[in-house]
């Protein structure tokens, strides 16, 4: 299974995955990226953070950009999943 890093991209800088994880393909990387996008947009609006994540770059084991999840993609569900209740 191939391996992709999540870099948490802000305005102004990056914040590297240095672990990095396995999945089955990059369709199941983009899957969870937006999963976790999400959350971290969710406790950064809960906790009143000045600044919120504008995306996860999803790079590759060679370093490469694979994919870029961005922040419209997260914000949607977030807004949902309040109005449900």
Do not use: C, W
Not at 27 to 56: F, M, T, Y
Not at 62 to 71: D, T, W
């Amino acid at each position: 299974m191939p391996t992709y890093y999540f870099h948490i991209k802000y305005a102004d800088r990056l914040i590297p995955d240095p672990d990095g994880e396995n999945f089955v393909d990059l369709g199941a990387a983009k899957q969870e990226a937006g999963e976790a996008l999400r959350e971290i947009v969710a406790r950064a609006i809960l906790s009143n953070q000045a600044e919120l994540p504008q995306a996860i770059k999803i790079y590759d084991v060679n370093g490469h950009l694979a994919a870029e999840v961005h922040i419209d993609a997260a914000i949607p569900q977030i807004a949902g999943r309040n109005g449900d209740r």
